[in-house]
């Protein structure tokens, strides 16, 4: 059997989805996925990196490349990315890395892979129009300390603008 070595692991060339590059590169944001050289400069300039042993840019950039498509895509830490941009604002080769980790999230969740937190988070924002729901007993907290209320929310509309792109429904699929 054939291996190609990545980092600290073999992978078997079976496992290697030579489209998956492309796949990425025709969605807005993943055009210059190919142009990587492996500078590292996402990873050491990225904010959650920095406190993660597991969340490289670099390494996922790379994953890509070479078509480990379910390894990628079977990866929680797709979804660490805070969407800050610090790494698309840095990278030397114009990877829009911020955006290519977003069509990763977008295509993983097409399968159904959402982890349950942002099931949850999504399903508050549905219901609340708060990625967090606020306990009562804050809001009355906050009322007899004499702080201003929170803004108000219009989940039915939230409901409505997210529907085209069918939210609710992901969110109920199963997933991981
Ligand atoms: S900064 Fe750009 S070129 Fe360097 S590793 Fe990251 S994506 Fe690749
Ligand atoms: S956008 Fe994501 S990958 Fe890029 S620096 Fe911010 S957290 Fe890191």
Not at 68 to 91: G, N, P
């Amino acid at each position: 059997m054939i291996t190609v070595e990545t980092y600290q692991t073999h992978v078997e060339t079976s496992g290697i989805d030579k489209r998956f590059k492309y796949e990425i590169s025709r969605f807005p944001g993943g055009e210059k996925l190919l142009d990587c050289f492996q500078c590292g400069t996402c990873t050491s300039d990225c904010p959650i990196a920095r406190f993660s042993d597991t969340y490289r840019p670099r390494q996922i950039i790379r994953m890509a490349q070479l078509g480990l498509r379910e390894r990628v895509l079977s990866s929680e830490t797709i979804w660490l990315c805070a969407s800050c941009f610090t790494c698309s604002d840095h990278c030397p080769r114009g990877v829009e890395v911020a955006d290519v980790m977003r069509v990763l999230r977008n295509l993983t969740t097409q399968q159904g892979h959402i982890p349950r937190i942002f099931r949850e988070l999504g399903s508050s924002i549905l219901e609340s129009g708060y990625a967090y729901r606020i306990p009562k007993r804050r809001i009355d907290r906050r009322e007899a300390l004499g702080l201003p209320l929170l803004p108000k929310c219009n989940p039915e509309s939230l409901a409505k603008s997210l529907r085209n792109v069918r939210f609710r429904q992901f969110l109920s699929e199963k997933g991981r």
